[in-house]
């Protein structure tokens, strides 16, 4: 049996066509025919996704043929950058989709702001959609009037919006990122948490504690701080079940520790299955990795397998997967358009491949070869 190659990464390019208005947020990004080559980003593997707003966080999903992306909007609010993530202030969403991939972008404009959730102060961060009951839904972390992150839903009768939020933030629910499985049986759960500036370390006790760590627990050999999973109701509004933790193993069968800061997680939880296994894929954070781990079942517990995507430019990483007309493809993004502005983040698209054994070929984000 000849099997095909699989290593070269394709670079996918695209256009865009934006039927919104950007409410005057980001009139600083620069277009593609004016902006500076910056050094690091000459050998990209992919395009920006948009390019007339800033993007990040890519939630992308397979919705009635097409492949819709939900991203967070970043934009600059003039917020010094520190540690806890002041400086992502971002205040809507905008929603994006594509018939094909190298296709023309559709821009559908604003899905949801800060100002029509009512429990809700400031930063909407990276959410996540889903389809179920002939409704589509986003998911999606901000802080409430006291300062604290928790995850609110918003149903609409279209995957492009625009949502209507519920009146209370989902019952038990605390941090950041969510991101949400449907498996092959109809059941959906939901993956969520952050560490840093997305409080789950603060919330090690069960309770939320307001002078928590401000990083990880600071026990470097102890068991490393997990992401959580619960199963979701069938109204897709409220957990099913207490959150659990999402364990990631060593190859020995042991927990990962707090210390192993290239491995363990930190935020950016996704969920994909393939051939039969589940992979749980997530940030580390502060080393800037991609990684995945696998398991038997949507709870785990996990194995670490390695990397998928290397250090982009910028300081976060975050990404989704999904197959689309027989191909798989990982959404992430860098920060190309602002010349290296963290806080300043464009949405891209690569192809994925896996080898025969099921693992994931790691993805070098400027691997391209120099002409």
Not at 2 to 21: L, M, T
Not at 256 to 274: I, N, P, Q, T, V
Not at 348 to 369: H, Q, R
Request: charged share 20%; hydrophobic share 35%; with cysteine.
């Amino acid at each position: 049996m000849i099997i095909r190659a699989i290593f070269a990464v394709a670079v996918i390019g695209f256009s865009s066509c934006s039927q919104g208005q950007d409410r005057g947020a980001n009139t600083n990004v620069k277009s593609k025919s004016t902006q500076k080559q910056s050094p690091g980003f000459e050998n990209s593997i992919s395009e920006p996704l948009v390019s007339q707003r800033y993007s990040a966080d890519p939630s992308a999903h397979v919705f009635d043929g097409k492949i819709f992306v939900y991203p967070s909007h970043d934009y600059d609010a003039g917020v010094p950058e520190n540690d806890n993530g002041d400086h992502f202030a971002m205040n809507d969403y905008y929603i994006y989709s594509m018939d094909s991939v190298g296709g023309k972008v559709t821009d559908h404009g604003v899905a949801l702001k800060v100002s029509d959730i009512p429990w809700a102060s400031k930063q909407l961060w990276a959410p996540d959609a889903a389809f179920k009951n002939g409704k589509y839904y986003l998911y999606f972390p901000v802080r409430d009037k006291e300062g604290v992150f928790r995850i609110g839903a918003a149903v609409s009768n279209k995957p492009q919006g625009p949502f209507q939020p519920q009146p209370e933030p989902m019952k038990n629910s605390f941090s950041i990122d969510p991101a949400v499985f449907t498996d092959n049986d109809g059941q959906s759960y939901m993956y969520f948490g952050g560490i840093w500036g997305g409080q789950l370390q603060k919330w090690a006790t069960g309770e939320f504690n307001p002078k928590g760590s401000a990083t990880d627990l600071e026990k470097d050999d102890q068991p490393a701080l997990s992401a959580k999973v619960a199963k979701l109701g069938g109204n897709m509004l409220e957990f099913a079940e207490k959150p659990k933790d999402v364990v990631i193993l060593d190859e020995a069968g042991n927990p990962l520790k707090g210390g192993d800061h290239d491995r363990r997680f930190f935020e950016a939880s996704w969920m994909h299955k393939y051939n039969g296994k589940y992979y749980f894929s997530y940030s580390t954070g502060d080393t800037h990795n991609i990684c995945y781990a696998i398991g038997d079942n949507p709870y785990g517990p996990f194995t670490y397998q390695g990397v998928i995507l290397k250090p982009v430019i910028g300081w976060t990483s975050h990404h989704s997967i999904l197959e689309f007309k027989n191909k798989w493809y990982l959404f992430y993004h860098d920060t190309e358009l602002s010349e290296g502005k963290t806080h300043l983040r464009n949405v891209k698209v690569t192809e994925l491949n896996y080898a025969p054994d099921g693992k994931i070929i790691t993805i070098d984000p400027y691997g391209k070869a120099a002409l």
